[in-house]
């Protein structure tokens, strides 16, 4: 397994993908489980599959197309990211996280992260969506931390900050195009696990004890090398599937991604919006 990756081998990736684009991607979108549909939107696209850059892992995971799509969307040059890669598909979380770095060294400023999540917060229904206030790190808190191992310092610190993982004037604006848009924006503390078997009742519980509103198997990962590289974030959970805290309910990969059909119009509003503020 590839535990870390160096500058060099980042920039072999950069090097491939600024020989094929004219775009200055100021912005980068991470599309979750069900959430594909926005990057068909994309003006003007480069297609370039994750198979065809070096280092760089292939997702293989249904909902997860695997492709970057890079072009217009808003006015916006952005980086679109069509599908996203999971630790629990056996890969490093050094070649998780190697597409924010690689947005990192093309210049990307802005992160917007998006991911299919169940509700652990007992208000949540399916179809809902609920802008990322904070992140549980549970996977780093057992020792799969992304930014283990040699400090890239040409990113950032040693020990970086996570107090204001999610920028909070992007999510003063994502509340205001919510609002806009009639959209019903929950908000709240998204856990990362690691996957990929669903949470038993007994894990739900817990983690609405310790002040859960969704949870999922991706994302905080993917924040916290954007927060390392200085990127300012946006998290948005789209709430696939009820938590199951008393065992009378089965969940499957299949109703994650059927409820991506309600989500995705709900966060395509809220991003697009977003890109016509920026």
């Known amino acids: 397994m590839i535990t ?5 081998q980042i920039d072999e990736v950069v090097k491939v993908i600024r020989a ?6 100021r912005v980068s979108i991470i599309l979750g489980s069900g959430l594909n549909g926005l990057a068909e939107s994309v003006e003007q696209p480069v297609i370039i599959p994750f198979g065809d850059l070096p280092h760089f892992p292939v997702s293989t995971v249904k909902g997860h197309v695997g492709r970057l799509v890079i072009g217009k969307l808003e006015e916006q ?7 996203r890669i999971h630790f629990y598909e056996g890969y490093s979380m050094a070649q998780v996280t190697l597409p924010v770095r690689v947005m990192q060294r093309l210049g990307v400023e802005i992160l917007i ?9 007992p208000v949540f229904v399916p179809g809902d969506v609920m802008l990322i206030t904070d992140n549980l790190n ?3 808190m057992t020792g799969q931390n992304p930014l283990i191992g040699p400090n890239l310092d040409e990113f950032g610190p040693r020990f970086p900050d996570m107090s204001r993982a999610y920028d909070r004037e992007l999510c003063d604006l994502a509340r205001k195009i919510a609002g806009q848009e009639n959209i019903t ?3 709240g503390v998204y856990a990362g696990l690691s996957g990929p ?3 038993s009742p007994a894990d739900l519980r817990f983690l609405r004890l310790i002040g859960t509103d969704s949870v999922g198997m991706s994302t905080v990962p993917e924040v916290i090398v954007a927060r390392h590289g200085g990127m300012r974030v946006l998290g948005l959970s789209g709430i696939s599937n009820k938590a199951n805290l008393d065992g009378t309910t089965i969940t499957t990969h299949e109703e994650v991604i059927e409820a991506g059909k309600l989500i995705m119009p ?3 509003k809220i991003i697009r919006g977003i890109l016509r503020q920026l």
């Open 4 to 8: 870390h990756l160096s500058l060099e």
């Open 20 to 25: 094929r684009i004219s775009y200055r991607p």
């Open 77 to 83: 040059d952005v980086f679109v990211m069509q599908g």
């Open 113 to 121: 992260i998006t991911n299919a999540a169940g509700g652990v917060n």
């Open 138 to 140: 549970l996977v780093g």
């Open 185 to 187: 924006l929950h908000e």
């Open 197 to 199: 078997s669903f949470e």
């Open 266 to 268: 709900k966060i395509e």
